[in-house]
């Protein structure tokens, strides 16, 4: 890498600012006689309250490169700081600790628990982190609140319309505080007019502080963002600011 | 720590969730759990309650007494040889004291002859054949049950005097006079006249064989007056001084019966000392076929149960890796998974087991008010050893289906279709 040695200065500078330090990573996919090179050598450094976009063709490695941003899966070869810890090689149950704490994902098909009302699904993150039932209770209903969804506390998934899940689901992403908010096509299972207001709602949060970084094919929901990274084949084939409106 | 009771508590209420979700099919996994645990606490109650059915029995023979009869009680090898032996003769009742007063320091309290016979009751025109007859003295309360629901017990004047008295069993009371007070009333033992004076408590039967309630009791001198008296069913009994000792007497007794005999010292015995304890031995194996018999349906229902619950559980897992996908996403560990779909399993086996001991409980109400007198008896213990059982049966199966769902790749997981 010829710009790594100029580059560590200034990240030593900025380096607290840092939430997502990635160098050279690779994902290889063997199944049988083929290997799929997924990621083929990715570098990416994200800042603390960025809001970026990755975008590229279908199988570029959106998803895998997300995958691994959000702890989900461990590289190939590469490293990985989150935070300043060295995650590359962590263990699976101290991913998982990872993720609990600084991660909040999105995902394009909601992934919420269906027997379970919309409090109980904001609420276990936070049972996973030993928070006690009262304050998972208040901290559940104020992040619902912040997605809009005061009025459906105790609504099960299936009386809830899709944009509705997905904000319950956005209000789970929220409720442990994380680092970083990961969402892969977080709009794909919804129509352009409620797939709107969820990049509203993105906004908002982008402006109150957090970081989020969003996987879409669509350039109007990549507008949203302050920065777009374009895939093709594993690899980074652009990275630059947008002219955000 | 305090994080592994939210999330045990939350697995809980997804379990919850998950068996009321799935009634059918969780109603038909635990069929088997159900049917393992009525299989166990029947068996355990079975055994108990032979256990204390005959401990009940043998009170009713009094466990400080020996018997010396013609015939062992437990199966021996030589029918020809007992059948020849000598009568068991009231005399030697007599002679035995003497041998047991002349001991220094015996064992020995006292030898009563209790000689018996079969005989035919009537009164009026009701009439009980192959009821027993039984001689005696008053001494008879030394060793056995004499407490009388009304009138009394032989006297020592009646005893010796041969009056014709008898005391009867409370079966003996009903079958013969039904409502009617028996006591001053006179039935007929044989063809002789015999005037009631009292009517024994109920007493209850010896292993369901022989009922201490439908026998007759007479005066000795009255029994050997009109009946034989060296019938195979002749007895005499012994107390024992000390119960801790039933062995060293029954050797006493051995010995001092042999002089009472005049036995040469080459001579085999020819006579038999039975006690209570005989039959514990015989019951043994009795109670080991209930036990293995109860083992191998429990084994065989639980297997097919633990099978059952093991691919529901495998079906679960399947159903809901996406969830587990979540969930790793959302931060469980490996353990919380394993655990979650645990306490499922466990809890599927418990419910099942709990399912079972109602009704098993139902079973022993039923079976213990159609039949009273069966002892039968269901302990917390049983209900104990039958929730352990569930959790382990839950445990065990649940283990492998949870072990796959908590290795799961949380990719892998939530890509599934
Ligand atoms: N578990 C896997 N096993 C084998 N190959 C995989 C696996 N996961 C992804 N791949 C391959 O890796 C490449 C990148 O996949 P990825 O899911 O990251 O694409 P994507 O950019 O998210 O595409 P899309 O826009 O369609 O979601 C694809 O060629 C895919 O087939
Ligand atoms: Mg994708």
Known sequence: MPNEIAMEPRLARSGADVVIRIEGITKRYVMGATTVHALKGIDLLIRRNEYLAVMGPSGSGKSTLMNMLGCLDTPTSGRYEFNGQDVANMEDDELAAIRNREIGFVFQTFNLLPRSTSLQNVELPLVYAGVPASERRHRAAEALFRVGLMDRLHHKPNELSGGQRQRVAIARALVNRPSIILADEPTGNLDSQTGREIMTLFENLHEGGNTIIVVTHEEAIARHARRVVRLRDGKIESDHATAHL | ?417
Request: glycine share 8%; proline share 4%; net charge positive.
């Open chain 2, 1 to 417: 720590m305090r994080r592994l009771i939210y999330e045990w508590a939350e697995s809980c209420r997804i379990a919850a969730q998950q068996i009321a979700a799935n009634r059918t099919r969780s109603f038909l996994t635990i069929l088997g759990v159900i049917i393992g645990i009525v299989a166990v606490t029947l068996m355990g109650t079975a055994i108990r309650g032979i256990d204390t059915g005959f401990d009940r029995s043998m009170s009713l023979l009094g466990d400080d007494v020996l018997y010396v009869e013609q015939w062992p009680w437990t199966p021996g090898e030589d029918f020809w040889l007992y059948r020849n032996r000598p009568d068991i003769k009231v005399a030697d009742a007599g002679r035995l004291n003497e041998v047991i007063a002349s001991t220094p320091n015996s064992r020995l309290r006292l030898a009563v002859p209790a000689p018996a016979t079969m005989e035919t009751v009537t009164y009026a025109k009701r009439q009980l054949s192959n009821v027993y007859i039984m001689g005696t003295t008053s001494d008879y309360a030394l060793i056995g049950i004499t407490d009388c629901r009304s009138g009394r017990f032989l006297n020592e004047p009646e005893s010796r005097g041969g009056r014709n008295v008898c005391v009867i069993g409370l079966d003996v009371a009903e079958n013969l006079f039904g409502a009617d007070d028996p006591l001053g009333k006179t039935l007929k033992i044989g063809n002789q006249g015999y005037q009631v004076i009292g009517v024994f408590e109920r007493q209850g039967s010896f292993l369901g064989l022989f009922s201490f309630d439908s026998q007759v009791v007479i005066p000795l001198a009255s029994y050997a007056k009109y009946f034989k008296t060296g019938s195979e069913n002749a007895s005499i009994r012994v107390k024992v001084k000390d119960r801790r000792q039933m062995d060293e007497a029954r050797e006493e007794l051995r010995g001092a019966f042999r002089r009472v005999r005049g036995l040469l010292p080459e001579q085999a015995d020819n006579f038999a000392i039975n006690e209570q304890q005989a039959f514990r031995s015989t019951l043994e194996p009795v109670k080991a076929g209930l036990a293995i018999a109860g083992l191998f349906i429990t084994g065989l229902a639980l297997f097919v149960g633990a099978i059952g619950i093991m691919n529901v559980t495998f079906v679960s897992v399947r159903e809901r890796t996406r969830e587990i996908g979540t969930r790793k996403a959302l931060g469980a560990r490996r353990r919380t998974i394993l655990m979650q779909f645990l306490i499922e399993a466990v809890a599927v086996c418990l419910l099942g087991g709990a399912i079972g001991l109602v009704l098993a409980f139902g079973l022993f109400t039923l079976v213990a008010s159609l039949f009273p007198s069966f002892p039968i008896q269901f302990s917390p213990f049983l209900v104990f050893v039958a929730l352990i059982i569930s959790v382990l049966t839950g445990i065990s199966s649940g283990f492998v289906p949870a072990w796959q769902a908590s290795s799961l790749n949380p990719v892998e997981a939530l890509r599934y279709e």
